[in-house]
């Protein structure tokens, strides 16, 4: 294989792994505001909720609505970032932080 395909390959490999880490969050916020219909993933906003009180048991409860809304956030930014190609090395890591 030639150096030229191997630049390419990877660049596909990149592209699609930027678009698919981007479709994940963007399907995510989709799910927990019950765009995806009824049962599907979270299904509504208070189970999400629910879901960050499980794996933030540690902080106080007065957090929990405002940790949720802020992943939303942020999973939003970052995947229309990603999916747009902008600022990729940065918003990856950004991704990987909120991960």
């Known amino acids: 294989m030639s150096r030229l395909d191997d630049r390419w390959m990877e660049r596909m490999a990149l592209l699609f792994a930027r678009l698919a880490l981007g479709a994940a969050f963007l399907s995510g916020i989709m799910s927990r505001f019950g765009l995806w219909g009824v049962g599907v993933g979270y299904g509504d ?16 409860t007065w957090t929990i609505r405002w940790l949720a809304w802020a992943a939303t956030a942020l999973e939003l930014v970052l995947g229309v970032l990603l999916v747009l190609g902008v600022r ?8 990987a932080a909120l991960l």
């Open 45 to 60: 906003f208070a189970h999400f909720v629910g879901y960050t009180a499980q794996v933030n048991a540690f902080m106080p």
């Open 88 to 95: 990729t090395r940065e918003v990856a890591c950004g991704s």
